[in-house]
Nanobody
């Protein structure tokens, strides 16, 4: 059974940093991504990674870095220069599909989410 488990969320002041982790079970995914959902808003794409490429939302470009460790079946999101508008529940997602970057609906597996709160 495939499971994605996020960790690393928390409360941080604006300008600070957090590193999110996502532990995946099962065989290695072709692409993994991070999404976020703020209260009252739709879930939005943050970043994605496949075997060698990365892709970011404009709102996080230059501040967030996605990486993966295939040996451990882990994906990470390093978040720097955090802003209050980054406050959201962050979700890890994964797919075995081949499209790059994957469309949101092509992610087959989702984690339960981890809360990130950035205070001003």
């Amino acid at each position: 059974q495939v499971q994605l488990v996020e960790s690393g969320g928390g409360l941080v002041q604006a300008g600070g940093s957090l590193r999110l982790s996502c532990a995946a079970s099962g065989r290695t995914f072709s692409s993994m991504g991070w999404f976020r959902q703020a209260p009252g808003k739709e879930r939005e794409f943050v970043a994605a990674i496949n075997w060698g490429d990365t892709y970011y939302a404009d709102s996080v470009m230059g501040r967030f870095t996605i990486s993966r460790d295939n040996a451990k079946n882990m994906v990470y999101l390093q978040m720097n220069s955090l802003k209050p508008e980054d406050t959201a529940v962050y979700y890890c997602a994964a797919t075995y599909g081949s499209r790059w970057p994957p469309r949101r609906y092509e992610y087959d597996y989702w984690g339960q989410g981890t809360q990130v709160t950035v205070s001003s």
